[in-house]
C-alpha cells in the first residue's frame, strides 16, 4: 500500500505503512535481512522533508547488499544538499565499491570534488567529467577508453 500511494504522489499516506514494514523487519534484529523496507521508507521520509531520518534509513537500507549502491547514493545526494560533503564523499566511495561503473556516482564524486575545492584528487576519468585536471593524463585517458 506504501507504493500504492507513493506512486500517486502522496508521501504522508504512504509513511505509516512504510513505517510498520520497518519495524516488522527490524523486530528481531537491528540490521534487515532486506533494504527494501529501509530505503522505501528513506524515500518517503526525503518527499515529506524529513531528510535526517531519510539520510539514517538508507544508510540502514545499504547494510544489505543489494542496496548498498543506491542508498549510499541517496544518502550522498542529501548529504550534498546540506553541503556535508565529507560525508557524501564517504559514501560514494564505500557505493563505488558495489558499482564501480556507474556515471552517476562517478559525476556525483567530481561535482564533490569540485565544490570542496579538490578537484585534482579525483581520477583521470573524475577530472574529465568535470573539465578540470592534467589535460596530458585525460588525453591520454581518452585514447585507452
Known sequence: MGLLWMRKGDCKKALPFFEKAVKRSMLRNPNPRDGECCFNYAW???NDGQE??????Y???AWNYGYKGAGLKQAAKL????GCFEDALSCIREALTVNGESPELSFLKAFILRKSGRSKEGNPRDSSIIGTGN???ERRWKKNY
Open 52 to 57: 535526517e531520518e531519510a539520510i539514517r534509513f
Open 135 to 137: 589535460k596530458v593524463k
Open 59 to 61: 544508510r540502514k537500507a
Open 44 to 46: 518517503a521520509l526525503e
Open 79 to 82: 548529504y550534498v544538499r546540506k
